[in-house]
Nanobody
Framework: QVQLVESGGGLVQAGGSLRLSCAAS????????MGWFRQAPGKEREFVAA????????SYADSVKDRFTISRDNAKNTVYLQMNSLKPEDTAVYYC?????????????????WGQGTQVTVSS
């Protein structure tokens, strides 16, 4: 079993920054691809970013490219999402996810375990 716990969400003004963290337990974290997704009210959960087990490969949604950075610290069993130049349209619940597959999936169906989510609200 895997437990994922997100933290770091909050309220920030447009143009500001936040760093989300996701702490993992229950599996050998360093073996697995990790992803971040988000879900705004009334919308589908959408892909934000993913990172390979080593951290050498990353993938981003076009909407966050050049503003968000995904990273991981395998010694701490933690994956991060640094979010800069935040916009009101970034407002959502952000979820981290783990896949036992081998690819940087952008489809939520590729992920097997999910955290409970953390709210990010960007005011204009």
């Amino acid at each position: 079993q895997v437990q994922l716990v997100e933290s770091g969400g909050g309220l920030v003004q447009a143009g500001g920054s936040l760093r989300l963290s996701c702490a993992a337990s229950g599996r050998t974290f360093s073996r697995y691809v990790m992803g971040w997704f988000r879900q705004a009210p009334g919308k589908e959960r959408e892909f934000v970013a993913a990172i390979s087990w080593s951290g050498s490969s990353t993938s981003y949604a076009d909407s966050v490219k050049d503003r968000f950075t995904i990273s991981r610290d395998n010694a701490k069993n933690t994956v991060y999402l640094q979010m800069n130049s935040l916009k009101p349209e970034d407002t959502a619940v952000y979820y981290c996810a783990l896949t036992i597959g081998s690819y940087l999936y952008t489809d939520r169906r590729g992920y097997n375990y999910w955290g409970q989510g953390t709210q990010v609200t960007v005011s204009s």
